[in-house]
């Protein structure tokens, strides 16, 4: 199909310094969880967003020195000359799709707790980071930098600059951002110092414009220079001079960078999740550089929609548009626009799953895009799939997340796929879940594979049809998927943090029974050892429906998982703007005469609370009733031509939406396949130059 004229715009080259970007599609710096440990499957993930039409394809933070040294979160590093081939990798895999390869060099100085290198961190004033996330918590202070560490940082961000070059990046980045070092000197609360590097705005930003000068010296003119900058802090400040700090900030800098790339400042607001934070999130922050500086501005905000896209590039905001989470939901968003197909995008949910992938340090996972980080080692690509390996039929039972995934990658192998669905609708736990506040944006999830498997001829989806074991044994079919999903039990918790003792009396609900419309009366307690977003968000739900709601839980925080998807912050303004009392370190014991009683986790004193509903939100049990009915009638199976009855989603192992996305279609790459190729290949670091 042909391009919408109204996107043409966003296919326009950009010139950027000495390099010209194919078009405004950038994607931005984002860690994915691969280090240089893991060199194939981080060029070949990059690689296939260049494949996919990015005109520019970023690294995550890159250290330049063992003194910035995040483990155990997964960062890349090019301390010395031994790391440029890892980095090679990927630039020579960039540039085989005409994308421009660019990489962020980092050094972390007071955020880092260098707990592998065991070097004391520094920081502009030896000002601590008294960070609440367990992640970046530490317990060792940075110490303050001199005149010769400031020397030093600047010949090594020139050094990388200069291995940067030599691995081939055409954008070599000089990142202020997030709370990392020369953020740290942009900031008085960091920054103390009396020198020429504190003080005055002039002073604070003296050394991002050093960074900037020897990375251009470094560099030779052969690639742009960029500046990642945070800009939500400084636009809060006022100035004598301009409108805020940060307008002053930008005024000094204008055109020292070849290219503004600007961003907020905690993961939270930068990388908000969608229950929160709408596209575009950030204009308000960072709308104004562009009529400072005369160089091209990246920016960020979950952008999906090309009309918004194009919108941000013809009101002035943005010359490109920067994507993490969208490039990492669909790496050929740009292709699909190009093609016309942009209702074939597979639009991030801005459910923040990616982000916790880097908080746990694992290769990242999306929940729309099960093929993220299985590019190289498992060889799945995320617009091709090999052919059916067998004329197979295939009764996928269930339509939720897990189920409907597995029938379209069934489906566009070329197999004759039935989907049975006992509702009346499909879509499983998602018809109730994306009707809960903030959640109508996960809807995306469901309505992506509707379209897309609506234009399958050889998938049939029937709906409002249950099915017994004996039904599926006279329908005859190859294989039998079951995707019946989990139900939420009426658990208790003990105090070996396990569910423990059932709660079966009247007035006592789950979040199965709310979604089947059970009448719950004030005041409700919801209680909540589920930890992800189900306990806060009911509550939320329950509370603006006029119920008077606590919320109990025996974690230390409300949504205590939320931490690892960016959500917890807001789910605590949630709460509390919704008036929701907020009880932590509390299990409930026992629920009579209109009353919980809560016990302290560590101390177990007691407290009563009045109830007249309790939600419990915590454990689930998997559906699968239905695959121990058939897998108990071996020969029967036989008889009737079924070789496999295999769990998936849910009905194998309750989890989140990406697990049950990922499961469903790891059966459908894997069905027919050789059981030698069926685990991952496993990457390992490049041997070093000098010991080849
Ligand atoms: C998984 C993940 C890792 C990220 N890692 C980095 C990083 O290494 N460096 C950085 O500057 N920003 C990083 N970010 C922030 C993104 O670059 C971006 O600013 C943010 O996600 C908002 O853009 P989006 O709405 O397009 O996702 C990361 C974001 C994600 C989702
Ligand atoms: S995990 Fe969620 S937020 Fe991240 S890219 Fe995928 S859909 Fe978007």
Same mark, same amino acid.
């Given at each position: 199909m042909a391009r919408n004229p109204r996107y043409d715009i966003l296919f326009e080259p950009v010139r950027i310094g000495p390099v010209t970007a194919r078009n405004r599609f950038y994607a931005v710096p984002h860690a994915a969880g691969m280090t240089n440990a893991m060199p194939h499957m981080r060029a070949k993930f990059r690689e296939t967003k260049a494949e996919g039409g990015w005109g520019v394809v970023c690294t995550g933070y890159v250290s330049i020195d063992p003194s910035s040294d995040d483990a155990p979160l997964p960062f890349a590093t090019l301390w010395d000359d031994d790391d440029i081939r890892s980095h090679a990798l990927m630039t020579e895999a960039?540039?085989?799709?005409?994308?421009?390869?660019?990489?962020?060099?980092?050094?972390?100085?007071?955020?880092?707790?260098?707990?592998?290198? +065991?070097?004391?961190?520094?920081?502009?004033?030896?000002?601590?980071?008294m960070a609440t996330h367990v992640n970046f918590m530490g317990n060792q202070r940075p110490r303050l930098m001199n005149a010769d560490d400031i020397r030093s940082l600047l010949k090594w961000q020139g050094e990388a600059a200069r291995r940067?070059?030599?691995?081939?990046?055409? =954008?070599?980045y000089v990142y202020a951002g997030m709370g990392y070092l020369p953020y740290e000197f942009l900031l008085p609360e960091w920054n103390q110092r009396t020198d020429a590097y504190g003080g005055s705005v002039g002073n604070r930003v003296r050394i991002v414009r050093e960074l900037l000068e020897v990375t251009h010296e470094a560099v030779g003119g052969k690639c742009a220079v960029?500046?990642?900058?945070?800009?939500?802090?400084? +636009?809060s400040r006022p100035s004598d001079r301009a409108p805020s700090e940060a307008h002053e900030v930008v005024a000094l800098l204008a055109d020292v960078p070849d290219l503004w790339d600007v961003k907020l400042d905690s993961s939270p607001t930068d990388c908000p999740p969608s229950r929160f934070a709408p596209e575009g999130?950030?204009?308000p922050i960072i709308g104004f550089v562009k009529k400072i500086t005369a160089r091209p501005v990246?920016?960020?905000?979950?952008?999906?929609?090309?009309?918004?896209?194009?919108?941000? =590039?013809?009101? /002035?905001?943005?010359?490109?548009? /920067?994507?993490?989470r969208p490039s990492i939901a669909d790496p050929f968003l740009p292709n699909k626009i190009d093609q016309g197909c942009e209702q074939d995008i597979r639009e991030c949910i801005g459910c923040n799953i990616c982000i916790s992938s880097w908080h746990d340090s694992v290769p990242v996972r999306c929940t729309q895009n099960p093929t993220i980080g299985e590019e190289w080692r498992r060889g799945w690509h995320p617009e091709r799939i090999a052919p059916a390996g067998s004329a197979s039929s295939v009764l996928v039972v269930g339509a939720g997340p897990a189920g409907l995934e597995c029938a379209l990658a069934l489906g566009r192998r070329g197999y004759q796929v039935s989907v049975a669905e006992a509702g009346e609708d499909i879509g499983g736990r998602l018809r109730f879940e994306t009707r809960l506040p903030g959640l109508s944006g996960w809807g995306r999830v469901l309505d992506w594979r509707r379209g897309q498997l609506e234009r399958l001829n050889n998938v049939d989806v029937y709906r409002g049809n249950r099915l017994s074991a004996q039904d599926i044994l006279e329908l005859g079919n190859t294989h039998v998927v079951i995707a019946t999903g989990s139900r939420w039990q009426r658990l208790l918790y003990s105090p070996l943090e396990v569910p423990a003792g059932h709660l079966e009396s009247a007035g006592v609900f789950t979040p199965d029974d709310v979604a089947a419309g059970?009448?719950?009366?004030?005041?409700?307690?919801?209680?909540?050892?589920?930890?992800?977003?189900?306990?806060?968000v009911l509550a939320e739900a329950l509370a603006r429906a006029g119920n008077r709601v606590s919320y109990v839980t025996p974690a230390g925080h409300a949504s205590a998982w939320g931490i690892m998807s960016n959500e917890q912050p807001q789910v605590h303004r949630a709460l509390f703007a919704a008036g929701i009392a907020l009880h932590t370190l509390s299990r409930v014991t026992t629920f009579e005469r209109g009353a919980v009683t809560l016990a302290?986790?560590?101390?177990?004193?007691?407290?009563?609370?009045?109830?007249?509903?309790?939600?419990?939100?915590?454990a689930?049990?998997?559906?699968?009733?239905?695959?121990?009915?058939? =897998?108990?009638?071996?020969?029967?199976?036989?008889?009737?031509?079924?070789?496999?009855?295999?769990?998936?989603?849910?009905a194998l192992a309750p989890g989140a939406i990406v697990h049950a996305v990922y499961s469903g279609h790891r059966y459908a790459r894997e069905l027919d396949a050789d059981p030698a190729t069926l685990t991952y290949r496993r990457d390992a670091p490049l041997p070093a130059m000098r010991s080849m």
């Amino acid at each position: 199909m042909a391009r919408n004229p109204r996107y043409d715009i966003l296919f326009e080259p950009v010139r950027i310094g000495p390099v010209t970007a194919r078009n405004r599609f950038y994607a931005v710096p984002h860690a994915a969880g691969m280090t240089n440990a893991m060199p194939h499957m981080r060029a070949k993930f990059r690689e296939t967003k260049a494949e996919g039409g990015w005109g520019v394809v970023c690294t995550g933070y890159v250290s330049i020195d063992p003194s910035s040294d995040d483990a155990p979160l997964p960062f890349a590093t090019l301390w010395d000359d031994d790391d440029i081939r890892s980095h090679a990798l990927m630039t020579e895999a960039v540039h085989r799709h005409g994308a421009l390869a660019g990489i962020e060099l980092w050094h972390g100085g007071g955020s880092v707790m260098n707990r592998a290198s +065991r070097i004391a961190p520094m920081s502009p004033s030896g000002t601590s980071w008294m960070a609440t996330h367990v992640n970046f918590m530490g317990n060792q202070r940075p110490r303050l930098m001199n005149a010769d560490d400031i020397r030093s940082l600047l010949k090594w961000q020139g050094e990388a600059a200069r291995r940067a070059r030599q691995a081939g990046f055409d =954008i070599v980045y000089v990142y202020a951002g997030m709370g990392y070092l020369p953020y740290e000197f942009l900031l008085p609360e960091w920054n103390q110092r009396t020198d020429a590097y504190g003080g005055s705005v002039g002073n604070r930003v003296r050394i991002v414009r050093e960074l900037l000068e020897v990375t251009h010296e470094a560099v030779g003119g052969k690639c742009a220079v960029a500046l990642r900058i945070s800009l939500e802090e400084l +636009r809060s400040r006022p100035s004598d001079r301009a409108p805020s700090e940060a307008h002053e900030v930008v005024a000094l800098l204008a055109d020292v960078p070849d290219l503004w790339d600007v961003k907020l400042d905690s993961s939270p607001t930068d990388c908000p999740p969608s229950r929160f934070a709408p596209e575009g999130s950030h204009e308000p922050i960072i709308g104004f550089v562009k009529k400072i500086t005369a160089r091209p501005v990246v920016g960020v905000g979950r952008f999906t929609s090309p009309d918004t896209m194009a919108g941000q =590039i013809r009101r /002035g905001v943005l010359d490109l548009i /920067g994507a993490a989470r969208p490039s990492i939901a669909d790496p050929f968003l740009p292709n699909k626009i190009d093609q016309g197909c942009e209702q074939d995008i597979r639009e991030c949910i801005g459910c923040n799953i990616c982000i916790s992938s880097w908080h746990d340090s694992v290769p990242v996972r999306c929940t729309q895009n099960p093929t993220i980080g299985e590019e190289w080692r498992r060889g799945w690509h995320p617009e091709r799939i090999a052919p059916a390996g067998s004329a197979s039929s295939v009764l996928v039972v269930g339509a939720g997340p897990a189920g409907l995934e597995c029938a379209l990658a069934l489906g566009r192998r070329g197999y004759q796929v039935s989907v049975a669905e006992a509702g009346e609708d499909i879509g499983g736990r998602l018809r109730f879940e994306t009707r809960l506040p903030g959640l109508s944006g996960w809807g995306r999830v469901l309505d992506w594979r509707r379209g897309q498997l609506e234009r399958l001829n050889n998938v049939d989806v029937y709906r409002g049809n249950r099915l017994s074991a004996q039904d599926i044994l006279e329908l005859g079919n190859t294989h039998v998927v079951i995707a019946t999903g989990s139900r939420w039990q009426r658990l208790l918790y003990s105090p070996l943090e396990v569910p423990a003792g059932h709660l079966e009396s009247a007035g006592v609900f789950t979040p199965d029974d709310v979604a089947a419309g059970a009448r719950i009366e004030s005041p409700v307690v919801v209680y909540d050892f589920d930890n992800y977003y189900m306990g806060s968000v009911l509550a939320e739900a329950l509370a603006r429906a006029g119920n008077r709601v606590s919320y109990v839980t025996p974690a230390g925080h409300a949504s205590a998982w939320g931490i690892m998807s960016n959500e917890q912050p807001q789910v605590h303004r949630a709460l509390f703007a919704a008036g929701i009392a907020l009880h932590t370190l509390s299990r409930v014991t026992t629920f009579e005469r209109g009353a919980v009683t809560l016990a302290n986790q560590f101390t177990s004193a007691e407290t009563r609370l009045e109830c007249a509903a309790l939600v419990i939100v915590g454990a689930r049990l998997a559906n699968d009733a239905l695959h121990a009915a058939l =897998i108990a009638r071996p020969e029967e199976l036989v008889r009737a031509g079924i070789k496999s009855v295999t769990r998936i989603g849910d009905a194998l192992a309750p989890g989140a939406i990406v697990h049950a996305v990922y499961s469903g279609h790891r059966y459908a790459r894997e069905l027919d396949a050789d059981p030698a190729t069926l685990t991952y290949r496993r990457d390992a670091p490049l041997p070093a130059m000098r010991s080849m």
